[in-house]
Each structure stands twice: as C-alpha cells, then as structure tokens.
C-alpha cells in the first residue's frame, strides 16, 4: 500500500499544471477583440493556462468593475493587464488594484497601454507595479527592438535584434529600483533610448512588462507571444535556465491564430472568487 501512495503522489506531482489566468482589457484606441483572442490563443499554445477575460468599454475612464470585488484576483495563478484607461482619478480604486497584487503575491503581466491607465490618478501606485513611468509616446515609425540580456531564460529565443516596420514606442520617463530591463529601443523623435521588455518585483508580486503591442502585426508574431509566455512563466516560477517551461507547464503546441474566425474567449467573465 505504500508503494501504491507513493506511486500516486509521484503521478499526481508529474501531471499537467493547469494555471489560471485572468486577462484584464479595454479601453480606447486599440483593436481589443482581437487582442483577446490573440493573447488567449497564443498564451495558451505556450503555457498550459485556462482563460477568465474581461472587455470592458472603450472610454478613457473606465472603472473596471470586477476590481470592486475584494477578492477579485484570489482564483487566479496570473493577471495579464492590457487596459487602457488612463482617465480614472479615483485613487481609492487606483490602490486597490495594486494592493490586490502585493498582497497576495498573484503575479501580473503588463501589456502597453496598461502603462498608460491610471495615469491621471495621483498616486505612483500603478506605476511601481508596472516598474515604469510613462505617459505618452512617440509617433508611429520603424523601430529596432535590441535584446539587453540574451542570456536571460526570458530572452531565450528572442532575436538580438528584432525590426518592426512600424510601432507605437512608449517614452519611459522613469524606471522604478527593482525594474530589470531587458530589451531597449531608439526613440526617432526623443533622440534617446527606451527600454520596451523588462521585469519587476513590487511587494511579492513579480511583474514581467511590454510597451510593445500597440499592433495586431507586433501581438501575433512568435517573437511577441514567445517571449510574453517566457516572462509569464518567469513570474510564476515555472520557467527553466534554458527558456522552456518547466514540468507540466507546455502548451498546446503553436499553431497560426485566424483572427477571421470568431473569439470563443471574449465573452468569457469570471466567476466572483469561492464560486
């Protein structure tokens, strides 16, 4: 009986992990369906994760309203934050969506334009999660993507140089203490450089952070999804030295995403926590 118990615990330990993610989007100026079904599909194809999404509205000041639950983050591994409302002021609510985070320790990914939300709010709360200031961005031109830290497990995989026809590069104002960069860009109208991939810790929450995506051409690409699923897998401690998940964490498989067909996914809402 016991080699039978130990036989089980051993099978139960090499099972597939099955994370949970919520992916928080909407907002102005961006083409958030099918970012749902990008980020979700290309997640997926990489990381053995099951999806809650939220598209909310596409005003500026937009309170998400599942954040006004406290225990809104507790079923979840992950948050993926790729909102864009830069309108709220209310810092109350602001803080609450921080504190959920350094709190509990559920880590969170941070996709270009969730730099840009809460900007008006006074309070830098948001942005030490994020582990950037920004408030604006260039205009749209060619940029050349440069990987700082080749021999980081994230990076694994990623171009030393990767060329993007056209981007929206964001201006980082300020870089917060525990913010690692790992991949820079030349700002054409800036005359300097700005750090577009990075990682941070903020309370015990690990943070893995883009500006790039303001395109569906930059989101759907392996390089985009490969080293998104990379930084996830780094906050949640399941990525190995050599940038492969570790045991139980691999994906679907990739695959093309057909933007032409219908999101499953974006209807999709989560369930308050303990249902």
């Known amino acids: 009986m016991a080699v039978l118990a130990i036989s089980a615990v051993a099978s139960a330990e090499d099972a597939p992990k099955k994370l949970k993610g919520l992916l928080i989007t909407g907002g102005c100026c961006h083409d958030y369906p099918n970012q749902v079904k990008i980020i979700t599909e290309g997640l997926s194809q990489r990381v053995s994760i099951d999806w809650d999404v939220v598209l909310t509205g596409s005003g500026k000041d937009v309170k998400v309203p599942v954040y006004e639950n406290h ?58 999660l994020l582990g950037v200031t920004s408030r604006s961005h260039e205009s749209h031109h060619p940029i050349e993507v440069i990987n700082l830290a080749v021999d980081n497990p994230i990076m694994t995989g990623f171009p030393k140089t990767w060329d993007r026809p056209v981007a929206e590069l964001y201006k980082i104002e300020k870089q917060w203490p525990e913010m690692t960069p790992l991949a820079k860009a030349y700002g054409k109208d800036t005359k300097k450089d700005h750090t577009v991939i990075w990682t941070n810790q903020y309370g015990k929450a690990k943070v893995f952070g883009t500006t790039l995506g303001h395109h569906n051409e930059t989101m759907n690409t392996d390089e985009w999804l490969g080293v998104v699923s990379r930084g996830m897998l780094w906050t949640l401690d399941a990525l190995n030295e050599d940038g492969t998940p570790k045991e139980g964490y691999a994906g679907t498989g990739i695959a093309e995403i057909d933007l032409s067909k219908p999101n499953p996914d974006a209807g999709k809402s989560p369930k308050p926590a303990g249902k």
């Open 71 to 128: 225990d809104w983050i507790k079923p979840y591994d992950v948050v993926v934050h790729n909102e864009c409302y830069g309108g709220v002021t209310d810092v109350d609510f602001v803080e609450g969506i921080v504190k959920a985070h350094t709190e509990t320790g559920v880590p969170a990914v941070v996709v270009h334009c969730s730099m840009h939300s809460y900007r008006s709010a006074d309070t830098d709360e948001w942005r030490k």
